[in-house]
C-alpha cells in the first residue's frame, strides 16, 4: 500500500506542480504527518522533492523530473480514462484505487497531450442516470469510422461535418460544433452547438462524418452532466402541446407506461401497493392512447378531461359489444365448436 502511495504523490507533484502537505494528505486520504514521512522516503530514495517555505509554500518536484510507466498507448490511457469514469467505481469502494489508477493512466500519456488529459475526461460522460426520454432503450451500433471522426473532433476542440438524419427527414449535410459525448444505456449522443443555438445529435442517425480542420467554437471548459440535465429538461418541457397526468399504476405494468411516455417526474406507493405517479405526455391524444392500452391496470386520477376521454372510450365499446353475440357461443363464454 506504501509503494502505491508513494507513487501517487509522485504523480500529483508532477501533474499538477507544487503541493501543501494538507492537500497531499486529503488526495491521498491519509494524515499530514504520514505525508511528511513520505516525503522523507521520497528524498532518502532519491527522487528530487524539495520544500518550498511561506504562505504560498508546499512540496515539489525538481524540474525536469520524469517516472516511468510503459505499456500503454494513447488510446489504450484513452480508454481507461472513460471506463474509469463510471459511477460503479464508487458503488463498489473503488473511489480511492481509481483515483491512483487514473493518475498513472494519465501519466502514461505522451507529454504533449499530458496537460489535455483532463480536459478529454470531462468531454465524455459516461451512463449519467436518465435519457432524454427517460425510457429503456435499445442498443444501437455506430460505425466505426463514424465514431472515429466524431472523437477526434470532440477531443481536439474542431468543427465536425454530420450527414445526419432527424426523425421521418431525410438525412443531410450540417456542419456543428462538438461540445461532448453522452452515453445512456447503450445509446450514444453527440452535444453540440450549430450557429450558437444547443443541438443534440443520436449518434446511431450520424450517416457519415468528417472532422474539420477549423477550431470549434465552444467554451474551454463544460460541465457534461449540468448541460445534459438541462437539455433533458427543455426537451421535455419544450412542447406547448405536451400534458403532465396523474396516474395510479399497477406496479407490474410501469415499464410499459414509461416506454411510452416522454418523462416520469414523481412517484410514488399507495397503501393497496400501487404505484401513485405523474407522467408527461406529447399531447392529449398520446396520453390517452397510452392509458387506453394499460387497461384496468392503470387510472387517470386527472386531469378530469383524461378521465372523461377514457370512460366515453370504454363506454363507446362497451356498446359496441354489448348487444352482440357470436353464433355457437355460449352467454358470457367463449365460442363453442
Known amino acids: 500500500m506504501r509503494a502505491d502511495r508513494l507513487v501517487s504523490l509522485v504523480l500529483l507533484l508532477r501533474q499538477r506542480g507544487r503541493l501543501s502537505a494538507a492537500t497531499l494528505a486529503r488526495e491521498l486520504e491519509v494524515s499530514t504527518r504520514t505525508v511528511l514521512r513520505d516525503i522523507e522516503a521520497l528524498s532518502a530514495a532519491g527522487v528530487p522533492v524539495y520544500a518550498e517555505r511561506g504562505r ?19 488510446d489504450e490511457a484513452l480508454a481507461l480514462l472513460v471506463a474509469g469514469s463510471r459511477r460503479g467505481a464508487q458503488v463498489f469502494g473503488l473511489g480511492s484505487a481509481l483515483a491512483a489508477a487514473m493518475l498513472k493512466v494519465v501519466d502514461a500519456l505522451p507529454e504533449s497531450q499530458r496537460d489535455t488529459a483532463a480536459d478529454v475526461a470531462e468531454r465524455l460522460l459516461i451512463d449519467p442516470e436518465t435519457d432524454l426520454l427517460s425510457r429503456r432503450v435499445t442498443t444501437e451500433e455506430v460505425p466505426d469510422t463514424v465514431m472515429t471522426e466524431v472523437r477526434r473532433a470532440v477531443l481536439a476542440g474542431h468543427k465536425l461535418r454530420i450527414h445526419y438524419a432527424a426523425t421521418d427527414q431525410p438525412p443531410r449535410w450540417r456542419t456543428v460544433d462538438p461540445v461532448g459525448l453522452v452515453t445512456v444505456r447503450d445509446q450514444g449522443y453527440l452535444l453540440a452547438t450549430r450557429s450558437g443555438a444547443d443541438r443534440t445529435y ?129 352467454p358470457g363464454g367463449p365460442p363453442t365448436d
Do not use: K
Request: net charge negative; proline share 4%.
Open 56 to 74: 504560498h509554500g508546499g512540496f515539489a518536484l525538481l524540474p525536469g523530473f520524469q517516472t516511468e510507466l510503459t505499456g500503454l498507448n494513447h
Open 202 to 330: 443520436r449518434l446511431s442517425r450520424v450517416h457519415a462524418a468528417e472532422e474539420l480542420p477549423d477550431p470549434a467554437e465552444r467554451a474551454d471548459r463544460v460541465d457534461l452532466e449540468r448541460a445534459w440535465q438541462e437539455r433533458g429538461t427543455r426537451f421535455r418541457t419544450g412542447g406547448d402541446d405536451q400534458v403532465t397526468v396523474l396516474v395510479r399504476l399497477d406496479p407490474a405494468r410501469r415499464e410499459d407506461l414509461v416506454a411510452t411516455a416522454l418523462a416520469v417526474h414523481a412517484e410514488e406507493s399507495d397503501a393497496d401497493g400501487w404505484l401513485r405517479l405523474e407522467a408527461t405526455f406529447q399531447d392529449a391524444r398520446h396520453a390517452v392512447w397510452a392509458l387506453w392500452q394499460l387497461a384496468t391496470a392503470a387510472e387517470a386520477l386527472a386531469p378530469a378531461w383524461l378521465r372523461t376521454s377514457l370512460r366515453e372510450r370504454a363506454a363507446a365499446v362497451a356498446t359496441r359489444y354489448g348487444g352482440c353475440t357470436v353464433p355457437g357461443a355460449e
